[in-house]
């Protein structure tokens, strides 16, 4: 991912994200594919998150209408179906990437809501027929929230780097929050120079940590 993706994608106004790091590893997965009730807990509590920020992102479309009611019942009807015995079918040796087959759920079960609400209304008064939702407003909105949760996972994971030091990445941080070379400089006590060292060095270590988690989720 280009260095400006990352500032940009640091400089998005952001909801609450998802709440825990790394919460797609294999070893999360495989105990919730086991029955594992506190992997479980852990997998619900982060995507139930998630879930509720895409939907937001959907809220106000046309396509569908969706009320706060609406959210609560998406982020019910895709948890209680993965929770049914044999219903969580992720399965990463098929080739299929978790977050591919995460989208499918939710999608589907949006679908459904939406087919549900106007179900038995007047035609011209039912909104736009099931052929008309677009999978590409869905996938931006979805690749957009799932784009800001790795990264605050990237940021995360570079906090805890044991040559990161606290001082240095707050000055990344200022720098991520839009702040110009020469601010960060001033407010920090050090050279404008040493901020551009700070910057070239964390998004280097940033970037791969990013990459790696797109590659694996």
Known sequence: MAATAILNCARTPHRKLMSTPDATRKTLIAKVKSGDPIAWEEFYNTYKVFIRNVALGLKNSKYYHLTDEDIADV?????LDLWKPGRFRFDPAVGVKFRTWFSRI??????????KKTRGKPADCSGPAEEDYPVEQFQQVWNAEWNRALFDDAMNQLRLRPEVESSTFNVFEMLLQGLSAQEVATRAGIKENNVYQIKHRYLTILRAIYEGLRAEH
């Open 75 to 79: 982020i019910q009807n895709v948890m």
């Open 106 to 115: 939710v999608r589907n079960k949006l679908l459904d809501l939406v087919r």
